[in-house]
């Protein structure tokens, strides 16, 4: 499994690394920022390593009750979406090149659409996973995580959107880091608030890359559009609050 776990995410960041690199020759972007992305991206993957192999007894096949020798293919869906990270990143903070630009919106979407696929996969073949279960929890949240810190920076979404979406992240971390501590963490499986606020805010974030070549007119949809996105994202916040209160009752009555 070791060795399965080491090619893989060696595979895709040689793959990340070229694809930076290309865009850096080609379109004569500075250098400093292939090595800035390039070193983030490297990082990654060298953590990602570490944490998939001290985890690599999670490489357990639910639905057949066996352990995995070697990734899956769902689990590799999942990994590339966490791989992906730094090059999304990198085309987001170059987007005025007239190519990234072009490139956004359907590489954004592709991204998103894989947290799709690899639960379509794992269900039709019957490839459930403990890691994968876990890895896309992660890797929605972290994608979610890393677009919205880059949309804020670059002003592609309001400063107040942001808040709501980190909130959002905040609340589940603390929460889930409280009852981790306890040793009575919370199921890894997402809830349907989870899902719809994931959803929400990908396809929010794939139009707000549309928008780019759009006329300023469109602008008055936009902001209606940030605001519903917004609602329903912090109305949902409160439903994982209500999750982890109702956790929390539980626990203390079994004490009790």
Known sequence: ??????RTVLFYLLIQLCFIFLFTINKDIPYTTFLFYGLATVALHIGLIFFLVGLRRDFYNLSTNTELT???VANRITLLRISALPSIAFLLVNREIIEIRTLLPILLAL???TDSFDGQIARKKKQITRIGQMLDSISDYSLLAVLSVVF???NIVPHWFFYIIFFRLFLQALGMFIFIILK???PVSSTWGGKITIATTMVLYVLEVVRLFLPESFAIFFIILEYISGGIIFILSLEKAAIFFTHGQKLSKKHS
Not at 1 to 6: F, G, N, P
């Open 184 to 186: 009575k963490p919370l």
């Open 152 to 154: 804020f920076i670059k």
């Open 1 to 6: 499994m070791v060795k399965s776990i080491v």
């Open 70 to 72: 070697k990734i899956n």
């Open 111 to 113: 991204v998103f659409l």
